[in-house]
């Protein structure tokens, strides 16, 4: 009997209905991001354009911290015109007429701030201008009858200055204790085997330290910063030093930047609004920024085929977010994957809040007000890159797939 031939295999329609079903729910809720929620109050950038959120638009002038109320005010002018004070750790050279190895010597200042002289004297140092250290102890190895009273028979002269500690509070990134102009051991080493008579740490001027404690917020008040000292403070004008621009008396040029103490407190009130000015590298903020990113959308399946590496998350401080998603490889590829979606996680300075914004990448590139919802990167924001629609239902598609594939095989062979 001849065999006759076996109809070719159709897909039933129950399984295509099952299929086209399955694959429409998962890509029903596809179709745009949904809006990330926000407390209120977590906006402090005009560009990041959060709904139903208000952002300061104006600076003022802060008043004066409250710690200061008791404290004399001085001229900014008055704590720059002692740039010798003296700290722990300072290496000093003393030199007596007629004396070689009794009390002519090399000395550190110690750790409780004190000028110890062969176990003779011990000297109030820490605080203080080695003149009027120099002069005290002359006095007192006078008085001991140690040396002569004779015009210029004691030299003091500085050979290392160190770091020291200081306390940077206010609208910094990280505020804290940091010691400033700490120097590697191997450039301390180098000091000391070259000795030379006078020493300059410019470490340890006031702008300094405050690069050191992150630099600068986009809301910090830059012609409002307070230098205490003791039971004295100056107010100090650091509008000059983003150059070309005018300080508050009305005059450009270099601003004051004195050199700082052990014990120092630098206080930079807010102004309560955000300063574009400010975010960008300068002697005050922050030379730049590292950002987190993720970008597993197709065709990249991993962070390193993405080539997101140490490199691409150091970006300068001043970069917006379109720039931060190039440097993930967010931007570009085919036309099904062009349209790709992005989040930014920042963190409000002045708060501690966190915001988290969506956008659109293709209106990044191609829409014209790009710089009004295109905010700055801050230290320690985040990017993440999603994929585009169509992507998304290519591997609804492809789990739909995978899903009824074997059911549908089966079902297609029964006789």
Request: charge should be neutral; include cysteine; aromatic fraction near 4%.
């Amino acid at each position: 009997m001849p065999l006759l031939p076996r109809p070719p295999l159709t897909c039933p329609a129950r399984p295509l209905r099952t299929f086209a079903l399955l694959t429409l729910a998962l890509t029903s809720g596809c179709a745009t991001m949904p809006t990330p929620g926000n407390l209120a109050g977590a906006q402090y950038q005009p560009a990041q354009r959060v709904p139903d959120a208000t952002v300061a638009d104006r600076c003022t002038t802060p008043a004066l911290p409250a710690a200061l109320g008791p404290l004399v005010v001085e001229p900014a002018e008055a704590l720059a015109a002692f740039p010798d004070i003296l700290g722990p750790g300072d290496r000093l050279r003393i030199d007596v007429s007629g004396d070689k190895d009794v009390l002519s010597h090399d000395y550190v200042i110690t750790a409780n701030g004190s000028l110890i002289i062969n176990g003779i004297a011990a000297i109030p140092a820490t605080g203080r201008t080695s003149a009027a250290v120099a002069q005290d102890l002359r006095d007192r190895l006078v008085a001991a009858g140690l040396i002569r009273p004779i015009a210029n028979n004691l030299r003091l002269v500085t050979t290392e200055r160190t770091g020291v500690a200081v306390s940077v509070e206010g609208a910094v990134f990280e505020p804290g204790v940091i010691v400033a102009g700490d120097r590697p051991n191997d450039a301390r080493a180098t000091t000391v085997a070259n000795a030379a008579l006078g020493d300059f740490n410019n470490g340890r001027s006031l702008a300094t330290a405050i690069r050191a404690a992150g630099g600068l917020r986009p809301d910090a008040a830059l012609d409002a910063v307070y230098l205490v000292r003791g039971d004295r403070y100056a107010r100090i004008d650091l509008s000059p030093v983003l150059g070309g621009v005018m300080g508050s008396d009305g005059t450009g040029g270099l601003p004051v930047d004195p050199q700082l103490a052990r014990g120092d407190r630098i206080i930079i009130p807010s102004a309560g609004c955000f300063q574009p000015r400010l975010v960008r590298p300068s002697p005050v903020t922050a030379p730049g920024i590292r950002v987190y990113m993720s970008n597993l959308s197709r065709p990249a399946a991993s962070n390193a085929s993405s080539a997101i590496g140490r490199d691409s998350t150091s970006l300068p401080y001043g970069t917006r977010f379109l720039q931060g998603l190039i440097a993930a490889n967010c931007v570009g590829g085919s036309a099904m994957n062009a349209a790709r979606s992005a989040v930014l996680i920042s963190r409000n300075p002045v708060n501690g809040r966190s915001v988290v914004i969506a956008r659109k990448v293709e209106a990044l590139v191609r829409d014209s007000d790009r710089d009004e919802v295109d905010p700055y990167l801050m230290p320690g924001d985040a990017i993440a890159c999603y994929d585009s629609t169509a992507m998304t239902i290519v591997d609804a598609v492809g789990v739909v797939g995978n899903l009824l594939g074997p059911a549908v095989l089966v079902k297609s062979l029964k006789p």
